[in-house]
């Protein structure tokens, strides 16, 4: 790499001579096979190009203006087999200076042709290699760290974004398609108005048959008791992270990195709820969102899934209650009933009727 500084035109003029003649030694001891790049301020304004063999020298986005040093720079090029590369792409001016610097045609940088065919295609297939390792490495350091939801996280970037399904038309029951996005919501919601809310038929009968379960009097005031702080905070603990919040946005892990003071407040909300025995009003809304069962159209409603959203201090207070009669429920329920019980499964009772 030479880099010569700044050479006027008239005071030294030899010295540019001299300057060319030696560049032209160097380059006479130098193997082709290597690559060339040359730099410096030549103080050199080269124009279009007069013959032909110089349109690979130089790009047609010159100042019609050349001194003498730009016929120098230009015959070294074509004679080198360079290319002055400040001529090669048209770009619009976005400041004064920089107008004002390529019009002028100010820092030149010469490098030989083959430069962007070679050398640039080896750094990004060596870069692709170092990508995929580099994601290869980090996927299974999630892995070693029992956090899989980030690998498949990153395995699903991956793979590409999926086909979008909020904007996709949809058929409603009478199978029209709905292309409207006002109407398709409308369909969503009657879809799963009538999905949720089912008309049950109670048979009197068979409540009456139901004995009803007298509970003793230290029982009902274990029951009736208010929740203490030790049980608010068990029942937070019991709740799993990475879960969707509700309307209000606030994460389990939130409420767990909040500590004592947030347990103290949800505290006075449950007592004041056990009190009253009347639930906070937004507690009450859920967020009902679907999602695609991986099969069948689409375009068919009955192929999503619909997930209810709830607000996450709902769940907790569900949890203090749910821990409270289990004990009591986990004694009335008969032998027979396998599901939603602790140490039990239904698929046990597969395996006993096959037996």
């Known amino acids: 790499m030479h880099v010569p500084v700044n050479p006027p035109n008239k005071t030294m003029a030899d010295n540019s001579e001299k300057f060319y003649t030696d560049l032209q030694e160097t380059m006479d001891g130098i193997s082709k096979k290597d690559m060339i790049i040359l730099m410096g301020d030549f103080n050199a304004r080269v124009s279009q190009p007069q013959h032909p063999t ?24 074509i004679g080198f087999d360079w290319i002055v590369q400040n001529f090669n792409v048209n770009e619009k001016y976005s400041t004064l200076v920089q ?22 295609k080896t750094l990004i297939d060596k870069r692709q290699i170092e990508y995929w390792g580099e994601l290869g490495m980090e996927i299974e350091n999630t892995i070693k760290q029992h956090d899989p939801a980030t690998a498949y996280a990153i395995i699903r970037r991956l793979r590409g974004r999926r086909q979008n399904v909020e904007n996709m038309p949809i058929h409603n029951k009478n199978e029209i398609l709905l292309v ?12 799963y108005s009538e999905l949720l809310n089912v008309n049950a038929i109670i048979v ?15 029982e009902r005031h274990r029951q009736d008791k208010e929740p203490t702080l030790d049980v608010m905070q068990q029942a937070l603990k019991q709740m799993k992270n990475r ?6 946005d606030i994460t389990v892990e939130l409420l767990k990195a909040g500590g004592m003071p947030v347990i103290r407040w949800l505290h006075d909300i449950f007592v004041d709820i056990w009190k009253n025995e009347q639930m906070v009003e937004d507690w009450s809304s859920a967020i009902l969102i679907r999602l695609y069962k991986n099969k069948g159209d689409k375009k068919i409603c009955d192929n999503y899934r619909g997930v209810l959203l709830l607000v996450v201090a709902t769940k907790i207070f569900t949890r203090v209650v749910l821990n409270r009669i289990q004990l009591l429920i986990g004694k009335q329920l008969l032998v027979e009933q396998a599901g939603f019980r602790a140490n039990r499964s239904t698929i046990d009772q597969i395996f006993v ?3």
């Open 180 to 191: 409207n996005s006002k109407a398709r919501l409308e369909s969503w919601k009657e879809f």
């Open 243 to 248: 879960k969707a919040p509700g309307k209000d």
């Open 204 to 218: 009197p009968i068979l409540l009456d048959q139901i004995k009803s379960t007298s509970l003793s009097t230290m």
């Open 99 to 120: 107008s004002l610097k390529e019009i002028n045609n100010i820092s030149q940088v010469a490098t030989t042709s083959w430069i962007y065919n070679g050398l640039v």
């Open 54 to 77: 110089a349109f690979r020298t130089v790009g047609p986005f010159v100042v019609d203006v050349q001194n003498e040093n730009g016929g120098r720079t230009m015959n070294s090029a």
């Open 353 to 355: 009727l096959k037996m």
